[in-house]
Nanobody, 123 residues
Framework: QVQLVESGGGLVQAGDSLRLSCAASGRSGRPNSMAWFRQVSGKDREFVAA????????YYGDPVKGRFIISRNSDLNTVYLQMNSLKPEDTAVYYCAARRNWITRESRNYDYWGQGTQVTVSS
């Protein structure tokens, strides 16, 4: 099992920046890929960004390309999502996810999920 704990959400204004963190732990070893998804009530979960931990390969959803950056720490057990130039439409609950295999944008392929952290961007 892998446990994921997110932090860093909050209320910001449009144009501001915010950084989310997700720490992975567990006895079964670290995952190989981690990702961020977001969800607005009543809508499907949306892919935001993913990173392959050992190689640092990254993959972004179109709405956040050029504004968000996903990265990981040197211990390969924490990922970050640096969110810049935030827009009101970025408002959502942001979830961290992990899987043993290569990165993917499909939420159904992720085995482990965090509890989510709320990000609210006011106009």
């Amino acid at each position: 099992q892998v446990q994921l704990v997110e932090s860093g959400g909050g209320l910001v204004q449009a144009g501001d920046s915010l950084r989310l963190s997700c720490a992975a732990s567990g006895r079964s070893g670290r995952p190989n890929s981690m990702a961020w998804f977001r969800q607005v009530s009543g809508k499907d979960r949306e892919f935001v960004a993913a990173i392959f931990l050992s190689g640092g390969n990254t993959y972004y959803g179109d709405p956040v390309k050029g504004r968000f950056i996903i990265s990981r720490n040197s211990d390969l057990n924490t990922v970050y999502l640096q969110m810049n130039s935030l827009k009101p439409e970025d408002t959502a609950v942001y979830y961290c996810a992990a899987r043993r295999n290569w990165i993917t944008r499909e939420s159904r392929n992720y085995d482990y999920w965090g509890q989510g952290t709320q990000v609210t961007v006011s106009s």
